[in-house]
């Protein structure tokens, strides 16, 4: 008879359980954004374990942006801000060998929708700032850094007019990826006025509230993209680089002081 061997149980560490611990509670509810959690002290009495493990849980909390800290010493619940989740699944994209094509297939599904709900929640305030990212465009083509990262700004605003978090926090992480794309096509091709002229024609199908025209427009959009990087003689199956992946915030376009 043969005897049965097991594979050694993975005990997670005593400062992981903390951390599981109190995730469960805020994503369950029961702890909301701007409750005060007990001191580091009352903690560990709670959970039966040394400060120093509270802390160490504490600190992965901090740093998944579910926990901050007010006056050095409180401690709150809070919410990642969708950006910091973005950023870590674009590396996580990357870290999993994700593709060109596989990011332009993700993005040729989830812009079109986009734009399509964005025609019809859109305001007039949002339309401005459109408006404003596409003049600042103009005024950058002969800086690609800056007129890439204003092509994503004009993205990220059509996600926030959408009205749809999920759709929002879906496309994020693809938008966080176009950059080495737009260095690597646009100072070879000068392709830079046909994005400004799909831009122009998805905000004139907004203003109109024309969602099958905004969609139809994107949807172009996206395929111009697709060609102009087969255009460059660059290989669609290509990894994505880390090393080529914008450190950016597009708060700072969200805001107006970027453009």
């Known amino acids: 008879m043969t005897e049965s061997r097991f ?9 992981r359980l903390v951390y599981d611990a109190v995730e469960r509670d805020i994503v369950s509810g029961r702890l909301q954004p701007g409750d005060r959690l007990p001191a580091e002290t009352t903690l560990a009495q709670q959970f ?7 802390r160490e849980g504490i600190r992965l909390l901090e740093h998944s942006g579910l926990v901050r800290r007010e006056g050095g010493k409180r401690l ?7 950006l ?31 734009v399509a709900y964005a025609a019809e929640r859109i305001t007039a305030a949002e339309l401005d700032r459109l408006e ?8 950058a083509i002969a800086d690609v850094d800056r007129f ?3 092509d994503i700004a004009f993205h990220d605003l059509l996600a926030t007019a959408s009205r749809n978090r999920a759709l929002e926090l879906a ?15 646009l100072p070879r091709l000068g392709t830079h006025r046909r994005v400004i002229d799909a ?3 998805i905000m004139e199908a907004l203003r109109h509230r024309d969602a099958e025209g905004a969609r139809a427009w994107m949807h172009r959009h996206m395929a111009d993209f697709k060609r102009g990087y087969e255009r460059t003689g660059l290989d669609m199956n290509q990894q994505l680089d880390l090393a080529s992946m914008p450190a950016r915030d597009s708060r700072e376009y969200a805001g107006g002081t970027a453009l």
């Open 132 to 139: 404003e990212t596409v003049v600042a465009m103009d005024d």
């Open 171 to 185: 496309r994020e992480p693809l938008s966080l990826l176009f950059l080495p794309a737009g260095r690597a096509i």
């Open 84 to 114: 910091d989740l973005a950023s870590r699944a674009s590396r996580a994209l990357v870290l999993h060998q994700a593709t060109f094509r596989e990011l332009w297939e993700a993005a040729m599904a989830i812009e079109p929708v986009t």
């Open 76 to 82: 709150f619940v809070s919410l990642p801000h969708y």
């Open 148 to 150: 890439v990262r204003l």
């Open 7 to 15: 594979a050694k149980l993975d005990v997670l560490p005593a400062y």
């Open 48 to 54: 039966g374990v040394n400060r120093s493990t509270v």
């Open 199 to 201: 831009h122009k024609a």
